[in-house]
C-alpha cells in the first residue's frame, strides 16, 4: 500500500490565512517538506512524532533541488508516509506545483491538492489594493517574472496592451527590465505600480510610484525578493484602502496553546504572533508518601496538583487525604486554578525559602528551598525553536514554564539574538528569571492576558 502526498497551499506569510483542511492535513502528516517562504509557526501544526524538513535550504544552506525533492515525495510514500508538500500561496500558482504533480502522478503515487490563499491576490488586498475594480480594471493577469533558462519570452506586446492589472511573482530580479518592456510596449510611463514585499506579514513594505520610477524608488527603500510587482491603476487605490492598525509592525513570539487568546488578541491589533513549542508533560512513576507527617502542602503548579490527584485516585484515596493541612502555592494564577476545582488556598508564598515541615509537590525541581520534595512529571522537549530571532520584537511568558520551554529550546545563536528582544513576563517571579537572560529589555505585567496587551501596546504603538 502506498501513502499520500498532499501538495498544500500554506497561504500568503500569515499563518492565520491557511485553511482549516491545511491545518488537519498538517496535523496527520508523518513528514512535513516546507520550502523557504513558509512561516514556520505553521510546523506548530504538525503531530510531535512528524519529520520536518527544510528543502529551502539544508544541509549545507544550500537550496534541495528539485529532482531530489521529487524523490523524497515519491519515495515517502511509499514507505507508506502521509506526506505534505507545504509550499507558499496556493501549490498551482508558480512554484512547480504543477511538476510536482505530474511526477507523482507518473510514479503511481496517491496525491491531491489543497488550495491555498495565493500571494497574487492576497498579496494586494493586504496593501489595500483590489485587484479589481469597476472603475480602474476588468481583468487581472498573474505572470511570472522568472523564466526557464531556455530562453522561453514573454509576449510583451500582448501583456503591454491589457487593460486589467498585471501581477508579477518571481520578478524583482527583472524590475528594470519588466518595466522598460511595458513603456516599449505603450504603456503609459505615469501607469502606476506598487511593489509589495512580504505580503500579510509584519515586515510587509510598500513602494508605490509608477513605470518610470520605481525602480529608483525601490533601490532607495531597499525593497527586495520575495514581493509583487502590480502593475495598473487599482494601485491608485491602496491610499485610500490601506487599513493601518496599531501593532502592524510588531513580530511577537507566544506560547503554543490551544486557547490562542493571547495569539487572537495581538492579530486583531495588527501583530503577527508566531508560535514558540511547548513541552509535552510525562509522568514519572512515585509511591505516595505518608502524608501524615506533613502539616502544609505546597503546589509548584497545576499540572503537579493534576498529577497528585492521581496519584491519589491510583491508591485508592482522595483530597480528603489532605484534610486538616495547609494548602500553599507560588503564585495567584495557580490559587486561583485550584479555587476553581473547589479548592481554597491557605497562603500564597512569595519568598523561595518555606517555613515548616511542608511537602512541596512539583515537576522536576524543587523551587523551594528547605522542602521535602515530591516530583511527579518531567518535561519533554519536543522540537528546536526554527526561527531567526532578530526576526522578532518581543517575547510573552505566560508562565514560568514557558519560559523555561522556550529558554531550553534555544540554540547558541539564538541565545545571542535575545538581545534584540523584549520580554513580557506575565508576573514578578517569571520577570526576575527573565532578566537573568539576555533580553533587550523585561517588562513585567500583571498576570492577565489584558494587561499585557496593554503593556504592549504601550511599548509598541505608534512604532
Ligand atoms: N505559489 C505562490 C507563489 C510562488 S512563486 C503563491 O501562490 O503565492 C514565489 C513568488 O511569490 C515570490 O517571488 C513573490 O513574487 C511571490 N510571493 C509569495 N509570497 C509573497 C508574499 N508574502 N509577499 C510578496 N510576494 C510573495
Given amino acids: 500500500m502506498n501513502g499520500r502526498v498532499s501538495l498544500l497551499g500554506a497561504g500568503p506569510g500569515n499563518p492565520e490565512l491557511l485553511t482549516l483542511i491545511g491545518k488537519r492535513r498538517l496535523n496527520e502528516a508523518d513528514v512535513v517538506l516546507y520550502d523557504r517562504l513558509i512561516d514556520p509557526s505553521?510546523?506548530?501544526?504538525?503531530?510531535?512524532?512528524?519529520?520536518?524538513?527544510?528543502?529551502?535550504?539544508?544541509?549545507?544552506?544550500?537550496?534541495?533541488?528539485?529532482?531530489?525533492?521529487?524523490?523524497?515525495?515519491?519515495?515517502?510514500?511509499?514507505?507508506?508516509?502521509?506526506?505534505?508538500?507545504?509550499?507558499?500561496?496556493?501549490?498551482?500558482?508558480?512554484?512547480?506545483?504543477?511538476?510536482?504533480?505530474?511526477?507523482?502522478?507518473?510514479?503511481?503515487?496517491?496525491?491531491?491538492?489543497?488550495?491555498?490563499?495565493?500571494?497574487?491576490?492576497a498579496g494586494l488586498a493586504a496593501a489595500g489594493i483590489p485587484i479589481t475594480h469597476r472603475d480602474f480594471a476588468s481583468s487581472f493577469h498573474v505572470i511570472t517574472g522568472h523564466h526557464k533558462k531556455d530562453g522561453q519570452q514573454l509576449d510583451w506586446n500582448n501583456i503591454a496592451s491589457q487593460e486589467g492589472t498585471l501581477v508579477f511573482l518571481m520578478g524583482m530580479a527583472q524590475l528594470s527590465n519588466i518595466c522598460q518592456q511595458l513603456i516599449k510596449y505603450g504603456k503609459d510611463k505615469k501607469t502606476p505600480v506598487a511593489i509589495i514585499q512580504w505580503a500579510t506579514q509584519w515586515r510587509q513594505k510598500m513602494v508605490i510610484g509608477d513605470l518610470s520610477n520605481i525602480v529608483e524608488l525601490v533601490n532607495k527603500k531597499g525593497l527586495s525578493s520575495p514581493a509583487l510587482i502590480v502593475v495598473g491603476n487599482v494601485v491608485r487605490l491602496s491610499e485610500q484602502l490601506n487599513v493601518t492598525r496599531p501593532l502592524k509592525k510588531v513580530h511577537v513570539l507566544v506560547p503554543y496553546s490551544q486557547r490562542q487568546r493571547l495569539f487572537n488578541m495581538l492579530g486583531d491589533l495588527g501583530a503577527t504572533a508566531d508560535f514558540y513549542q511547548r513541552t509535552t508533560v510525562k509522568s514519572i512513576p512515585v509511591k505516595l508518601p505518608n502524608l501524615d507527617s506533613y502539616s502544609a502542602i505546597l503546589f509548584d503548579d497545576f499540572i503537579a496538583y493534576k498529577k497528585f490527584v492521581q496519584l491519589l485516585l491510583d491508591c485508592g484515596q482522595d483530597l480528603r487525604a489532605l484534610v486538616g493541612k495547609k494548602i500553599l502555592v507560588g503564585n495567584d494564577s495557580i490559587a486561583k486554578q485550584l479555587h476553581n476545582q473547589g479548592l481554597l488556598v491557605d497562603e500564597v508564598i512569595t519568598d523561595k525559602?518555606?517555613?515548616?515541615?511542608?511537602?512541596?509537590?512539583?515537576?522536576?525541581?524543587?523551587?523551594?528551598?528547605?522542602?521535602?520534595?515530591?516530583?511527579?512529571?518531567?518535561?519533554?522537549?519536543?522540537?528546536?525553536?526554527?526561527?531567526?530571532?532578530t526576526e522578532f520584537n518581543a517575547v510573552i511568558f505566560p508562565s514560568t514554564v514557558s519560559l523555561m520551554d522556550f529558554k531550553s529550546a534555544l540554540n547558541h545563536k539564538q541565545v545571542g539574538q535575545l538581545k534584540n528582544i523584549i520580554a513580557f513576563a506575565m508576573g514578578?517571579?517569571?520577570?526576575d528569571i527573565a532578566k537573568r537572560m539576555n533580553f533587550k529589555k523585561v517588562i513585567n505585567c500583571r498576570p492577565n492576558i489584558n494587561a499585557t496587551i496593554e503593556q504592549v501596546k504601550e511599548e509598541f504603538a505608534g512604532d
Fill in 353 to 389: 525559602k518555606s517555613t515548616g515541615h511542608l511537602l512541596e509537590i512539583g515537576g522536576q525541581y524543587p523551587m523551594y528551598e528547605d522542602t521535602e520534595f515530591l516530583s511527579l512529571y518531567h518535561r519533554q522537549q519536543v522540537k528546536s525553536l526554527l526561527f531567526d530571532l
Fill in 42 to 121: 505553521l510546523l506548530a501544526f504538525t503531530n510531535e512524532k512528524a519529520t520536518l524538513i527544510d528543502v529551502g535550504k539544508m544541509p549545507l544552506h544550500h537550496k534541495v533541488k528539485q529532482s531530489k525533492i521529487n524523490e523524497m515525495l515519491v519515495s515517502y510514500a511509499r514507505s507508506e508516509k502521509k506526506v505534505v508538500r507545504l509550499k507558499a500561496g496556493d501549490p498551482y500558482v508558480f512554484g512547480r506545483g504543477g511538476e510536482e504533480a505530474q511526477i507523482l502522478k507518473k510514479e503511481g503515487i496517491d496525491f491531491e491538492i489543497i488550495p491555498g490563499i495565493t500571494s497574487a491576490i
Fill in 428 to 431: 514578578k517571579s517569571i520577570g
